[in-house]
């Protein structure tokens, strides 16, 4: 009914078998995870600064930007820009680097990296506190 198989396999599972392409540790693995989920939250952290411009903003693109560098390896990362008359939705953008902050916190944990998940956690919180509704006062 079927051809049976005539070559190898090019997934190799055998023990004691070598293989033609390289393979990364799982140190490695996490490293370059941790860099793109720092690298995402820089990006929505730059479009946040780009629509509402902070001190806190500035000091935490700058954390980010030096541990992206730092994981992978000195290059920096790439900055975005906000384009004239973009008036984004600042709640959005909370929440969606709130999200990204989570992802990397979760992965520097599991890396054990703890000025990563600090950092993160921190991102977190500021994020939290940004998408809080804010208490009007009364007289």
Partial sequence: MYEPIRTKSVHSTMAGTTSDFPHLSREEE???QLAGHLAALLTVTDELRGAAPSADLDAAAEQL???V???RGGPAPARATVADGH???LAALHRRAHALAGRALVVAASRADTAAA???AER???H???LEPREVASA
């Fill in 87 to 89: 008036t984004p939705r």
């Fill in 69 to 71: 560098a730092r994981l």
């Fill in 30 to 32: 996490l490293d370059i």
């Fill in 65 to 67: 930007a030096g541990q």
């Fill in 124 to 126: 977190m919180d500021a």
């Fill in 118 to 120: 600090i950092l993160a």
């Fill in 128 to 130: 939290t506190v940004a």
